[in-house]
């Protein structure tokens, strides 16, 4: 009988449990997608429109968690007070499919009347990082905790005929963000009924998935001093940023067009965002909600147009500079902090490329964007990672292929970049530094999909595939069918480890007796002094070498020769050189790592016009891609640093158990503090004369193993210190 009694409360335990889990079940809400148009009618591009409810509440609730579904953007505010400035995601969690915010709104609440007000913005275009659903429309519902406030059509709306397209140059295809043109001039628009059109999971919308990530950070308005040229004003910001442009003008004639922009609304060659502002008489401010990137904010007005002041509103992804470090060399501090700058430019509602260009994630960047996040920004990152291999995964092909970038309208393969984004540096390295299995478990169906694409010749070597685009790396002598090989041996060793993790032995198994063909086959194309495809007639690739001694597949006898081919040879982009250097580091070459570093990053980071790394070696002639100056590709030095100079890298998933395995290279004083899931880990080393003095600290919940010559040592939580003395050492 007790049993039966225990049985029967804990099953009423877990069906209130799973009540409380599913208290916003999207099939029951009364919430309609609502929109001023009706069905068919079609919504013109760059639309914005208002949605208004008043609402009667007899008291305020504790908890009032709004779900907010739209397509593209909105603002939203209650009571006049604003609640979220830019909500929404860009579309395309899977095909067809969006994503919708939750908000906590009790505190914006209050007794008795109650006004909710959306201001929506219709993007109306595809792009590289948005999927349309061809129609503008929301969805609120707030159906908790007693409340009942749902969108239908009772709410009022209305379309902002002072919102509109701006003339020619418009920005690339790339962007699904249109320009903005404000006429302050038009007069107010009349309200109507809102047209209601279905609920959650009603098309042209689709399935709705909660937003994973944060809504963004918020750094408030500031201003500074402006530098006036003719018709021109300047505001020059304190770095590269995303940002919304305000302006303070006073126009004596009224209707007069100003221009707004930066010195980044063209970049890499294309168009960008830019806005424009046709002011009304009088003094007057205005902000323009479309955010754009750049280090100067750059206002255009007529004569009569007088303007008083440039402000600035920076957003971004909401996560906290976690990463400190410091050296003896000024140059790699410099190369940190501009690292840094780019790194956190290039996050918002994916990772991108660039923020200006294209803002697209391709994953080649996703990979060394993750890798440097773990080193430096807290672990908030990890949800956009874990977002990005989740759409990646997808968006796989009916025929097995991935693609990026992704969300959006490219569908084409680049097939080296998909091998490392599964690889070890991509998956992989996001598992070991999270210790996340869900997304493992996840994304490996759609891994071994992918690998099933891939074949072998009669050597073992991967067979060469074009792809979509068969890019290996910007710049000259590239050996892509040796380059691809690499990868695939790689991808090869990342889902071997996935399949060792999951359960499936026999699945790893026949990875690893892929990968032993695959090192057989590359090995046969030694040639005794470096690693070259027969079929390829060109200068001998540094990038192939790299990979081989990444991959392990080179064994140490061949060590010698590479590294005399690494210091001659020198054809990978900034993007490649990253894993140049990492190959240098494994070879116990640290110093002239830095060395080659120096040599090919030194005129990017020395440069004093700009507060972000560039996309090739220069800018102007040299460029790549483009030649945007703000890519993230080019701080994988971030990575080199914690995991090979420091030596810092987790050996059992969520830094449980870590290695730190320093080669100091020259630097005689090093610093680095970094987040983990597990709490912050930091590293220092000083040297003086033949004394190197260590101090590890090593969170709650994690061990720690040190290696430096012939010191061995494992350390638990706490702070550590090892003093080494020519060939003696002792324990602190």
């Known amino acids: 009988m007790k049993k039966v009694i225990y049985l029967l409360f804990l099953s009423i335990i877990f069906a209130f449990c799973a009540i409380e889990s599913f208290a916003f079940d999207q099939n029951f809400s009364r919430a309609r997608w609502i929109s001023v148009l009706s069905p068919d009618s079609d919504s013109a591009p760059n639309t914005w429109m208002t949605f208004v409810k008043t609402v009667n509440l007899s008291k305020t609730p504790s908890q009032a968690i709004a779900r907010i579904g739209a397509d593209s953007k909105y603002w939203l505010k209650i009571n006049g007070k604003e609640v979220v400035f830019e909500g929404g995601l860009k579309r395309g969690p899977e095909p067809g499919a969006g994503y919708y915010d939750e908000i906590d709104v ?21 792009g590289f990082s948005h999927l349309s659903s061809g129609k503008a429309g929301m969805i609120f519902s707030l159906e908790n905790n007693g409340l009942d406030i749902a969108s239908d059509s009772t709410w009022q709306c209305c379309i902002r005929p002072e919102y509109c397209d701006t003339e020619n140059p418009k920005p690339n295809y790339r962007l699904s963000e249109p320009n903005i043109r404000y006429n302050s001039t038009v007069s107010e628009p009349q309200m109507q009924n809102a047209v209601e059109y279905g609920t959650w999971g009603d098309a042209p919308w689709g399935k709705m998935l909660p937003r994973p990530i944060p809504m963004w950070k918020d750094f408030g308005i500031k201003t500074g001093e402006m530098i006036r040229r003719g018709d021109t004003t300047i505001l020059q910001l304190p770095y590269n940023m995303q940002m919304t442009p305000i302006i303070k003008i ?28 046709i002011a009304s008489k009088g003094e007057q401010t205005y902000e323009s909600l479309g955010w754009m990137s750049g280090q100067e904010i750059i206002v255009i007005a007529p004569e009569n147009v007088q303007v008083q002041e440039i402000s600035y509103r920076e957003t971004g992804y909401d996560a906290e500079l976690g990463g400190r470090f410091s050296c003896s060399d000024p140059f790699y501090d410099l190369f940190w902090e501009k690292a840094m700058r780019t790194l956190y430019v290039n996050m918002r509602d994916t990772f991108f490329d660039c923020p200006d260009r294209e803002r697209a994630q391709w994953w080649g960047d996703v990979v060394v964007l993750m890798g440097e996040c773990f080193y430096s920004y807290s672990t908030s990152t990890h949800a956009l990672m874990r977002k990005a291999i989740n759409e990646l995964c997808a968006h796989q092909a009916d025929n097995g292929t991935l693609h990026s970038p992704i969300p959006g309208v490219f569908s084409r393969e680049l097939p080296g970049q998909m091998l490392a984004s599964v690889g070890r540096y991509g998956f992989w390295t996001y598992y070991m530094n999270t210790g996340d299995i869900e ?99 060109k200068l001998t690739d540094d990038r192939v070498n790299a990979l081989a001694m990444l991959a392990g597949i080179a064994g140490q006898d061949k060590y010698p020769q590479i590294l005399e081919l690494l210091k001659k040879t020198e054809h990978a982009s900034p993007y490649f050189e990253k894993y140049v250097m990492e190959a240098l580091f494994k070879m116990g070459e640290g110093e002239y790592a830095l060395e080659r570093c120096y040599k090919r990053f030194g005129q990017m980071v020395n440069h004093p016009d700009y507060t972000t790394l560039f996309e090739g070696w220069e800018i102007g002639s040299a460029k790549y891609g483009g030649g945007t100056t703000n890519h993230a590709w080019s701080g994988g030095t971030i990575t080199v640093i914690g995991a090979e100079l420091c030596g810092i890298k987790p050996i059992e998933p969520g830094y449980k158990i870590f290695e730190v395995r320093p080669q100091p290279a020259g630097l005689g004083e090093v610093s680095l503090s970094f987040p983990t899931v597990r709490g912050e880990v930091s590293y220092s080393h ?16 994690s061990k720690a193993h040190f290696v430096y010559k012939d010191v061995d040592k494992w350390f638990r939580a706490g702070k550590h210190s090892v003093i080494f003395n020519d060939q003696r050492y002792t324990i602190l």
């Open 106 to 126: 009790a505190e914006y609440l209050q007794k008795g009347v109650n006004t909710i007000e959306v201001l929506l913005w219709y993007f109306g275009k595809n």
């Open 250 to 277: 006073f126009d004596s004639l009224g209707g007069s067009l100003v221009h707004i922009q930066t010195d980044h609304s063209e970049a890499g060659g294309a168009h960008c965002i830019r806005a424009e502002y």
């Open 439 to 537: 997304t493992i478990r996840n994304a490996y169906p759609a891994v071994k999909r992918y690998l099933a694409v891939w074949e072998t010749d009669s050597t073992g070597l991967t067979i060469h595939r074009k792809g979509g685009w068969s890019w290996g790396d910007w710049g000259d002598n590239q050996d892509k069918a040796l380059i691809q090989a690499g990868w695939h041996y790689l991808a090869l060793e990342s889902a071997a480890s996935m399949a060792d993790a999951l359960g499936y032995d026999e699945e790893a198994e026949a990875y690893r007796a892929t990968m032993a063909k695959v090192a057989e086959g590359f090995n046969a194309c030694w040639t005794g002094t470096e690693y070259r495809h027969p079929a390829y007639k």
């Open 686 to 701: 000083k040297q003086n004369g033949k004394t190197i003095k260590f101090v590890v600290s090593v969170p709650k919940g």
